[in-house]
């Protein structure tokens, strides 16, 4: 299998596209030249151009995007022919390495193609999630998501990013940062470089935010995720206010985020410390139904899901040695995880059932 291509960060990919664009098209024929293979009509010179209503001719073809299977038009029979086309295009270059991934191992095309689709079915119809806030995260430009983290296993992250590429107008990618034990495993390393993850570090972070992508952080860590279940929708310690530092190096406006259902996925009922340090895990959960029904335990609870965006925290009015002062950067933070834990509070008096 041919290797793919790695292309710079802050390569212009719409001059690479257009320029492909171009090379595909043929030669357009000039208004006038004959069509070979065509008679006259009667009363028609032979070699002379029939005439053709101006609506008709000037029609521009149809063309899907580089990389998108096209979906059946409505009351048209060739729906699934396209889909399939479009798939063995998408092998095709797959085979032969026609891809791109940007420095940080993104692979846009895989992560639309593929990974979005597996974890489409789990966001619609077992999470069900219901998004609020769409409207306040950025069109364009850099922007540092903060939300709360938990569940157990790290899938309230993937369904943010699913959320966020489905329900924004304009379709952005979320690039979450990860923890070092997300990379170390086999499998999922790769996976999770594909779908545009990188490590939670701020110099990661500060490249992304500068290059205007969305980015997204939990800073509550191993804390949140690995919390008991007696202690759900409270929000742990934000650690030193890393995540706002790098917002005010990059100007970048922070949107706070609350995630409410995913507490409940794998209620957290001990901890096998022991067996934790032996795997080299941070913690070994013990849930109702884990180890006891061995894989089966590990089928997560139907919680309904939702998630809100709340208005965003603009850092782009401070000066460039605020990202060194302590005790901003000790406010930003705190103002942060209570707009989090408020909304949180908030959207539990409103839920009406667990499941439902």
Known sequence: MADAKVIPFDDDRSRGSAQRASRRRSAPRRKGDPVAGVKALPGQQEG??????????????SAEPRG???????????????????????????????????????????????????????????????VKGIENIPADGGALIVANHSGTLPLDGLMMQVAVHDNHPEGRHLRLLAADLVFMLPVVNELARKAGHTLACAEDAERLLERGELVGVMPEGFKGIGKPFSERYKLQRFGRGGFVSTALRTGSPIVPCSIVGAEEIYPMIGNAKTLARVLGFPYFPITPTFPWLGPLGAVPLPTKWTIQFGEPIPTDGYPPEAAEDPML??????????????????????????FF
């Open 68 to 130: 998108r299977v096209p979906g059946p038009r409505a009351g048209g029979g060739g729906g699934w022919d396209r889909r399939i086309a479009g798939g063995l295009a998408f092998l095709r270059r797959r085979l032969t390495g026609e891809y791109e991934v940007d420095d940080f191992g993104y692979d846009e095309e895989l992560t639309d193609q593929v990974l979005m689709s597996m974890l489409r079915p789990f966001y619609e119809k077992y999470f069900r999630v219901e």
């Open 48 to 61: 002379q151009q029939p005439e053709v209503p101006q609506a008709v001719e000037e029609q521009p073809a």
């Open 329 to 354: 950067l000790f406010n930003l933070t705190d103002q942060v995880r209570e707009q989090i834990q408020h909304s949180l509070y908030k959207l539990l008096v409103q839920r009406r059932s667990v």
